[in-house]
Every structure is written in structure tokens, then in C-alpha cells.
Nanobody
Framework: QVQLVESGGGLVQVGGSLRLSCAGS??????????MSWYRQAPGKERELVAS??????VYADSVKGRFTISKDNFEKAVYLQMDSLKPDDSAVYYC??????????WGQGTQVTVTS
């Protein structure tokens, strides 16, 4: 019953910034136990992990370290991805994912990010 709704994607020039949001519902009291992640997929490429925030720690792909920041709000049951210093190869559809072993995983619908020169 978990549902994720993403927003914040758009068109931005190289070096610009975007903030993606993922609002969740159906978690009950369990949201703090979930691992929340952002993935992205560009045309012709496999979906790749961008960043994850577990109950105790956050991790990032090497390609985005120092530029992207993942955060979550346990009261609002939302996760965010602040993206700075964007590059053309950051262009992709970005997906929000929620995972907790007893309930499995859920995915958002994706939001398009396009970075132009």
C-alpha cells in the first residue's frame, strides 16, 4: 500500500541546481525503518543507484559525491535529493525507491531531469 509521488524535475543548464521531492503514503508508523533511495536511468543505460539514506547513514555514488545531498523528513514521510553543479551526464529519469524487508520495495513513477549546455 506504499505509494510514492515524485516532483521537482525539469530542464536546467549545466552548473545549475534542482531539488527533487518524493512524498510517501501508506507507511503507517514504519517510515523511519525504511531505506529510501534515488535511482536514475538514462536512455540506453541501466538503472543506477544515485543515493540512499538508511535509518543510520547515507551513501552516494562516486559520480555524485560532493554535488548531491539526500535527506528525509520522518514527520512528513518524504525524501529529497538536492542536486548542485549539474552536468549533462546527470540527465536521466530519476526514481524514488522505498525498501523495508517485511514489506518489500515500492517505486515512484519517475521525474525527468534534463541538463543542457
Amino acid at each position: 500500500q506504499v505509494q510514492l509521488v515524485e516532483s521537482g524535475g525539469g530542464l536546467v543548464q549545466v552548473g545549475g541546481s534542482l531539488r527533487l521531492s518524493c512524498a510517501g503514503s501508506g507507511f503507517g508508523l514504519s517510515f523511519p525503518l525504511y531505506t529510501m533511495s534515488w535511482y536514475r536511468q538514462a536512455p540506453g543505460k541501466e538503472r543506477e543507484l544515485v543515493a540512499s539514506i538508511e535509518p543510520a547513514a547515507a551513501v552516494y555514488a562516486d559520480s555524485v559525491k560532493g554535488r548531491f545531498t539526500i535527506s528525509k523528513d520522518n514527520f512528513e514521510k518524504a525524501v529529497y535529493l538536492q542536486m548542485d553543479s549539474l552536468k549533462p551526464d546527470d540527465s536521466a529519469v530519476y526514481y524514488c525507491r522505498a525498501f523495508w524487508s517485511p514489506r518489500g520495495e515500492s517505486w515512484g513513477q519517475g521525474t525527468q531531469v534534463t541538463v543542457t549546455s
